[in-house]
């Protein structure tokens, strides 16, 4: 990661930031690269079987402590496919500026909140198997059913949470091996500039998270326990039928390591996430293990879910969603890695809970590099 520091006198140039002349911020460059070759199957007819897939940020950080120990600074992530250009489009993933002391961290913009922040999950390698880039490659909509096939339910091995918009968080210090935070989001999916007008328009209001999470180490094993909660309130239009209902979720999470071997897992309950006022509700939940083995530059994992619920607002329903991955990683160089994974996936989806099934199998095979700099 390049650094670049800045002093106060660069700073000032006689304008308005000449209270901070005395100050040192630190500007750090960095991010990543990583290309995929995805080979793939499953029942859904017409499908392509092998394609290239690039993803790539570049991360912008300033970070600076103030004489009375304050400290602030802000971080900015721009990344491929995220701008308005569609996939080939670069835009601003996440945004945000911090203050922070011995009393905690205020955290302010577009970043994953407090529940995604603090949850812990099964242990995972390279490209990360079940929470990994293989629905890139998986998730298509069957014209012959009209269903989403080979994606996860929305939440996938996550708690359902309100993503990168716009928010406001606070975290504790660690202190005897535990941290707790709490975040609020006025408005889902908007960030940035964006500002949501109208109370009818689909998705969820006044997003509170909280969770609080353990680290510790005893006789040469590692501990991570974690619990979160994710709560917010439907919006959209009651007589189209877009109306979401309000939701609490949950989610509990564990992992455990001794030597190079670590092992966990985790569950979420959903509840009524994506499902629309008046339909019929249907049970949402996910459970997932993994262990992972490490020595020198190689790494190899493996993981399984099984989960069950919508993968839209109001859409395809997987009554029953298994995956299993198998992984590896090997380290070339420093920030050059290799890496591969094999995900199988075996789904029962239905147009809604009470409707006929239809099955699908599928694979997903990937190699790829990563370049962290």
Request: aromatic share 12%; charged share 15%.
């Amino acid at each position: 990661m390049k650094r670049i520091l800045l002093t106060g006198t660069a700073l000032a140039g006689g304008m308005l930031f000449a209270s901070v002349a005395q100050a040192q911020i630190t500007v750090s460059l960095g991010g990543y690269t990583e290309f995929f070759a995805g080979f793939y199957d499953d029942d859904s007819s017409n499908r392509t079987n092998r394609e290239f897939e690039l993803e790539t940020e570049i991360v912008v950080r300033a970070d600076g402590k103030a004489d009375n120990g304050l400290l602030y600074g802000a971080k900015i992530e721009l990344q491929n496919s995220t701008g308005g250009g569609g996939a080939t489009g670069v835009g601003t993933d996440e945004a945000s500026v911090y203050l922070g002391g011995t009393w905690g961290r205020i955290e302010l913009g577009d970043f994953d909140g407090a529940a995604d922040t603090l949850k812990i999950y099964a242990p995972l390698v390279g490209i990360e198997q079940i929470d990994g880039d293989y629905g890139d490659f998986a998730s298509v909509a069957d014209p012959v059913s009209g269903l989403d096939f080979g994606g996860q339910p929305a939440f996938g091995i996550h708690i359902p949470n309100s993503g990168d918009a716009t928010k406001a968080m606070y975290l504790t210090p660690r202190f005897a091996g535990f941290q707790a935070g709490i975040s609020y989001t006025p408005e889902s999916d908007s960030q940035a500039q964006n500002v949501v007008q109208f109370k009818d328009t689909v998705g969820y209001k006044d997003w509170l998270e909280g969770g609080v999470n353990y680290t510790g180490e005893f006789s040469g094993f590692s501990v991570a326990l974690g619990a979160t909660v994710s709560s917010a309130s439907g919006k959209g239009d009651a007589v189209a039928g877009t109306e979401l209902e309000d939701f609490t979720a949950w989610n509990v999470g564990a992992q455990v390591g001794f030597g190079g071997f670590l092992v966990g897992g985790g569950y979420v309950d959903a509840d009524d996430f994506n499902v629309t006022t008046g339909s019929t509700g249907a049970d949402q939940s996910v459970w997932h293990a993994g262990i992972s083995y490490t020595a020198g530059p190689v790494a190899v994992g493996a993981s399984y879910m099984d989960a069950e619920g919508y993968k839209g607002a109001g859409g395809t329903y997987a009554s029953d969603y298994q995956a299993y991955g198998v992984g590896a990683a090997y380290t070339l160089a420093p920030g050059l890695v290799v890496q591969t994974e094999f995900m199988y996936i075996d789904e029962e989806l239905r147009a809604a809970p009470n409707t006929a099934s239809v099955s699908n199998e599928g694979y997903v095979f990937i190699v790829g590099t990563r370049l962290d700099f």
